[in-house]
């Protein structure tokens, strides 16, 4: 539900503005509409730079105690006061950290990789090289060439001495006066020793684990400060926008403020302002105004607000649909995944993310026990259990209600169509003129009720057509008097259709009646065409879960099949091996599929039928933020 809000108009003067500001973020309760658009002030840019610090060096936390979190927990080594000035040390140290690690990272990178390069030529003493050069008069050179392309005539005239055959490539040295003509690669190798290399990238790896075990254990100690920091600037962020918020009149004397605060909340707030002496307006918004939104919805539909901010937020003159996709949702994603063992897993993980898991992720917990229940209600009524056709099974438990399984096998096709098929699409009718239903109270709401007569008209004639037409298709006869209403009843619809549909249009007595015939015309085309193609797209729940269930069922075959030359002693590892597999592909495919395609039902489908604009503001008080 999209709760009502009041815009507030502040006049205050520049005398009062600091401690107004203060006593406004203690209310807590006035989202501050930003007047100076695209404007950033140093101080602004300051604490922006100080968050996106705080949220790296958090991250940074996060991930080294991820990767490296099985270090045993020491003392603190970082002792530390939860304050602000302190919580910047801590950032300093934690980026020094970081800072560090790039550094032994690459010192480790290179002392590697000088020992690859070293190597093929052993634990050679540099100073015995120079001095021989020096002696001799002769220079050294190192070479390396594929094995076979070595040559006798290099070593005949340039002394070409193999050192080491190295992952099929020979290594020599060569001397010389001047530079050998040798068609082979020239190395250069570095001015250490092999053993040298080797202790430098042993103390670098030694400084590496030091460094990732004081940072697991900051992670674990003072992550909490950093996260304290965060809110902070987060908080400096609010405050400095807020600056950039207002407007000066009066020569700068006087400053303007325009914000919104729930409709709830306004009594409460307009008394602090009458005992603060400040001048303000309070109204209702016009059609025109940006309102922030603020919604508030049971603790059922709340589970599904995340899917819906995937999409956007409602805007403050749409009508929530939280509460109305929800149950829909909940029940394409069981007939999308469409197997009762899958649901089973799903609902177990669901409890075990509710019980066990962060506060973050017990609500997903929380929301996958209801999408588990409806997969393991959608899997038993379909009659399939982890790809096990349960029609097909000579159990006695089952004799009973297999007549009553939703499949070929079991209440058999409708119409001569799959049940599920046809199941599928009578949602999808209920999704489309439930959408309908919204949009034209989406209308009455912002226009009037005479805005909504076309809309509401095709619903009504929608529902006529289906009773008149539709029971008697199945076999329930319709008294004659029931007939002649629905007659009548789709005859006044048509004319709200045909002559009703833009009352707007009416203001010109001529033009009027003529536009909305040819509104009607056009909208009778748009029913016609979007429809048909609308239900149709609601076929995917079928064929979905249709495609989880078989593919689980040849897995089955597969295991038992290619294992059934096997003795029993054996047979079940294999048999379990390619259970597991088949089964764990076909249930990420279809738990892939089981979130797609009902959103992509819920975000096409209803979401234009029920004229959803979207693009909300989120309702975001100013207010002191605490740690």
């Given at each position: ?34 007047l ?18 705080y949220?790296?060096?958090i ?9 490296w ?52 030529w ?21 070479y ?57 990238a042993?103390?670098?790896k ?194 009973p ?32 003129l ?28 929608l529902?006529?057509?289906i ?6 298709a ?33 203001k ?8 909305n ?72 495919l ?33 207010k002191?933020?605490?740690?």
């Amino acid at each position: 539900m999209i709760e009502s809000m009041k815009k507030l108009t502040f006049l205050v003067t520049q005398k009062e503005y600091d401690g107004f500001i203060a006593g406004l973020r203690e209310q807590g309760v006035v989202h501050i509409q930003q007047l100076k658009q695209g404007q950033t002030s140093p101080a602004l840019q300051k604490a922006l730079d100080e968050r996106l610090r705080y949220q790296q060096a958090i991250d940074y936390l996060d991930i080294s105690l991820s990767a490296w979190g099985k270090v045993e927990e020491k003392n603190s080594i970082f002792k530390i006061q939860n304050s602000n000035a302190e919580g910047r040390s801590l950032l300093d140290y934690v980026e020094q950290l970081k800072a560090e690690e790039v550094s032994i990272r690459h010192d480790i990178d290179e002392a590697e990789k000088n020992v690859q390069k070293l190597e093929p030529w052993g634990n050679f003493d540099w100073e015995s090289i120079n001095r021989f050069q020096q002696e001799s008069g002769m220079k050294v050179y190192f070479y390396a060439c594929n094995a076979k392309s070595f040559q006798q005539e290099w070593a005949d005239k340039y002394f070409a001495t193999p050192i080491d055959e190295y992952r099929k490539r020979t290594y020599f040295l060569a001397f010389s006066h001047e530079e050998p003509d040798i068609k082979a690669e020239r190395l250069e190798l570095p001015d250490g020793t092999l053993d040298g290399y080797k202790q430098e990238a042993e103390k670098a790896k030694e400084a590496l684990q030091k460094n990732h075990d004081t940072t697991c254990e900051i992670a674990r100690q003072q992550r909490q400060i950093l996260a304290d920091g965060l809110k902070q600037a987060q908080g400096e962020i609010q405050l400095r926008q807020v600056e950039l918020s207002d407007e000066s009149i009066a020569d700068g004397a006087v400053r303007l403020m325009l914000g919104w605060t729930p409709e709830d909340k306004a009594e409460e707030l307009a008394k602090w302002l009458d005992e603060k002496h400040v001048y303000y307006e309070l109204e209702k918004p016009a059609y025109e105004d940006d309102v922030p939104v603020k919604i508030t919805n049971g603790s059922y539909t709340r589970l599904f607000e995340p899917i819906l901010r995937m999409y956007s937020l409602p805007n403050y003159h749409d009508i929530d649909p939280s509460v109305f996709f929800a149950p829909f949702f909940m029940l394409f994603f069981g007939l999308c995944l469409g197997d009762g063992g899958y649901g089973l897993i799903v609902l177990l993980g669901g409890i075990y993310l509710a019980l066990k898991g962060s506060d973050e992720m017990k609500s997903y917990g929380r929301l996958g026990i209801w999408l588990g229940l409806a997969t393991t209600v959608c899997g038993l009524l379909t009659g399939t259990v982890f790809g096990i056709d349960l029609t097909k099974q000579d159990w006695a438990i089952l004799a009973p209600v297999k007549p009553y399984f939703l499949n070929d096998n079991g209440v058999g096709p409708i119409f001569g169509y799959s049940p599920m098929m046809v199941i599928s699409v009578i949602i999808g009718l209920v999704q489309v003129l439930l959408g309908m239903v919204l949009k034209g109270c989406k209308a009455w709401k912002n226009y009037g009720f005479g805005y909504a007569i076309g809309t509401f008209s095709w619903v009504v004639a929608l529902l006529s057509a289906i009773a008149l037409f539709g029971l008697p298709a199945c076999g329930i006869a319709l008294p004659q008097a029931v007939v002649y209403t629905l007659y009548g009843i789709i005859g006044l619809s048509v004319v709200g259709i045909f002559l009703y549909n833009n009352p707007s249009a009416y203001k010109n007595p001529i033009l009027g009646p003529l536009m909305n015939i040819g509104g009607g015309v056009w909208a009778t085309y748009n029913m016609a065409t979007g429809l048909l193609g609308d239900l149709l797209s609601y076929i995917r729940l079928f064929a979905l879960g249709l495609t989880g269930g078989v593919l689980g069922g040849v897995f089955n075959t597969l295991a038992y099949d290619l294992t059934s030359s096997m003795p029993w002693a054996v047979r079940w590892i294999p048999m379990v091996l390619i259970l597991l597999a088949g089964h764990g592909i076909t249930f990420a495919l279809s738990m892939i599929s089981a979130f797609v395609h009902p959103m992509r039902l819920t975000f096409v489908e209803f979401f234009k039928n029920a004229d959803f604009s979207g693009g909300g503001k989120e309702y975001t008080p100013f207010k002191a933020v605490k740690s």
